[in-house]
């Protein structure tokens, strides 16, 4: 018997608006006994039908919705979705360009699939899930891939255990699904060569969101001197490097990161004298720069993973784009990123509206930076749009 969610008064409108999430505060009366992954019909406070989810006991969201339709759930709508999403990559050329290897199958809600992650390195698909129930699905979806890439794709790797709450910890191991394949590789991206390890490399191995926004910087770079805060693996100084700036410094405080810099500059064959690695606090380190440089990239991971958090990542933001603000020359550029899901676009630039007030400089927007095509944003989600950039020139 499927059990049946009803919600408080008037908390039914934001499924009427299609919005994916049902919030436990949200729910008046539980008709069953469902456990984490359960497929559950969800209705409004009196009994109208609202639409089919995956639920969850652990955490906020306790309903992820997958069709606002009174239709079944079953492996043949994760096939059709799953096909959908990669007729999507293949129409925007990632699927069979000989430049990029690297791009997302299934960005969750962006493509109709909450809680599901789907990373591509060439012929292997990594999986992440993000709620118990797509976890419980794996060897379904598994297929789901091999057989909407008709072969392109060779091995699924699953790597849910980074992402999966605690309480499922003993149970949850990373590893392939089916045939075994490689732990890591070199792939391209825009003709770049990097070293990517999806076993123990962070995500699923790289930040693939932030593809056509290194080849912007790429496109600014030549004759530039260019430090790249938070690198990781130094996607960005790669880019710049081979576009022709004179200097790259790549700062992190991982060693581990620097390490994989150090990999992907030699990969690429980059001269040492135009490339340098150095480990450092962004922020500490941005008081004071010691070089004049001309382009500076501020990519810090999520300083906010819920609302709880939200007021502290603002001002973190802000430290460190004041600081970067207040050291660059005049004329210079700050990329600067959140990731924060809970910071919009609209605080984002509120908050280095509020820095450059404090540093009294005056700054111009030239540009504004997204997350790429292959990380869809569901109209009626605006949570999706994660991903927020901006060129500024500071006078």
Not at 347 to 367: K, W
Request: a neutral charge.
């Amino acid at each position: 018997m499927e059990t049946k969610i009803y919600l408080k008064s008037k908390k039914d409108q934001s499924l009427v608006r299609r919005h994916p999430w049902v919030f436990s505060g949200a729910i008046k009366d539980v008709e069953g006994q469902p456990v984490d992954g359960d497929i559950v019909s969800v209705h409004a406070n009196k009994g109208r039908f609202l639409g089919r989810g995956m639920f969850s006991m652990g955490g906020s969201i306790s309903v992820r919705m997958l069709s606002f339709e009174d239709h079944p759930i079953d492996t043949d709508l994760f096939k059709r979705r799953l096909t959908r999403a990669w007729e999507t990559r293949k129409n925007l050329g990632l699927v069979d360009s000989k430049e990029t290897q690297i791009f997302r199958l299934c960005h969750a809600e962006g493509d109709q699939i909450p809680g599901c992650i789907i990373d591509v390195y060439g012929e292997t698909a990594v999986l992440q899930s993000h709620a118990i129930g797509i976890y419980m699905l794996r060897e379904e979806l598994a297929q789901a891939i091999l057989d909407a890439s008709k072969g392109r794709i060779k091995y699924v790797y699953d790597r849910s255990a980074d992402t999966l709450s605690k309480e499922y910890k003993d149970q949850v191991k990373n590893g392939y699904i089916g045939e075994q394949g490689p732990d890591q590789g070199i792939f391209l991206e825009h003709g770049h060569k990097f070293a990517i390890d999806w076993v123990s490399g962070q995500k699923t191995g790289f930040f693939i969101d932030q593809r056509e926004n290194r080849r912007i910087l790429g496109e600014i770079s030549a004759g530039k001197k260019i430090l790249n805060t938070f690198c990781y693996t130094g996607g960005f100084s790669i880019y710049a490097a081979l576009s022709g700036a004179t200097l790259v410094h790549s700062l992190d405080s991982s060693q581990k990161a620097l390490d994989l810099v150090e990999k992907n500059v030699k990969l690429n064959e980059i001269p040492s004298e135009r490339h340098a690695c150095i480990k450092a606090d962004a922020v500490e380190y941005l008081k004071d720069l010691p070089e004049d440089y001309d382009i500076i990239v501020l990519d810090p991971p999520a300083f906010a993973k819920g609302m709880h958090s939200r007021h502290n990542a603002i001002q973190g933001y802000k430290r460190l784009n004041g600081h970067a603000i207040r050291q660059i020359k005049p004329g210079g550029i700050i990329m600067t990123f959140s990731c924060s899901q809970v910071i919009s676009p609209q605080i984002f630039r509120d908050t280095l509206l509020a820095a450059a007030i404090n540093e009294g400089r005056n700054i111009r927007i030239i540009g504004q930076l997204h997350q790429p095509a292959d990380h869809p944003i569901n109209i009626f989600h605006p949570e999706g749009e994660y991903l927020k950039g901006l060129l500024l020139e500071v006078e």
